[in-house]
C-alpha cells in the first residue's frame, strides 16, 4: 500500500503542477471593449483620448500665469536642461507648483526655495523655472527673459 500511496501523491502533484490554476484562463483573455480605440471618448472625462495634455495633479499650486508665447517671454537653459536629465536640476514634487503659459501646464519651482531640488548650484534666487518632461532623457528647463 505505500508504494501505491507514493505513486498517487506523485500523480496528484504532477497534474497539479500541469495544468492551469482555477480562473487563469479568464486572467488571460480580454474582452474588446476594454481596449481603448483612438478617437473613442473618456467615460465621465468629455474629452477625447487624442489630444489630451497632461494635466495638473490635484492640489498643484499656480505660481506664474503667462499669456504670451513661451519663446519670447522664456529661454531655454541647456546646461540646465541637463542637470535636469540627470537628476541633479529639479522639482522636489512634481507639478505640486505649475506655471501656465500660453495655456499649456509646466512643473515650476522657484530658486533659493524649497521647492527647488539644485545639487549643481546653477538656482538664481526668485527666478522662476519652468520644467517640461522631468523625469525623462527629454527634460527641458526654461526661466524668464525679464
Known amino acids: 500500500m505505500d508504494k501505491w500511496f507514493k505513486c498517487m501523491v506523485f500523480a496528484a502533484i504532477a497534474f497539479t503542477l500541469g495544468s492551469a ?68 536640476f529639479r522639482q522636489k514634487r512634481d507639478q505640486y507648483l505649475i506655471g501656465v503659459v500660453e495655456g499649456r501646464t509646466y512643473g515650476a519651482a522657484v530658486g533659493g526655495h524649497g521647492s527647488l531640488v539644485d545639487r549643481v548650484k546653477m538656482a538664481e534666487s526668485q527666478v522662476v523655472y519652468l520644467f517640461r518632461g522631468q523625469g525623462t532623457t527629454d527634460c527641458r528647463v526654461y526661466h524668464r527673459t525679464r
Open 21 to 88: 490554476p482555477a480562473g487563469a484562463a479568464d486572467l488571460v483573455t480580454t474582452h474588446p471593449d476594454h481596449y481603448a480605440r483612438p478617437g473613442a471618448s473618456l467615460q465621465g472625462s468629455g474629452s477625447s483620448i487624442l489630444g489630451r495634455t497632461k494635466q495638473a495633479r490635484a492640489g498643484s499650486r499656480v505660481i506664474v500665469s503667462d499669456g504670451g508665447a513661451l519663446v519670447e517671454n522664456w529661454i531655454i537653459n541647456a546646461d540646465l536642461s541637463r542637470a535636469c536629465n540627470k537628476r541633479l
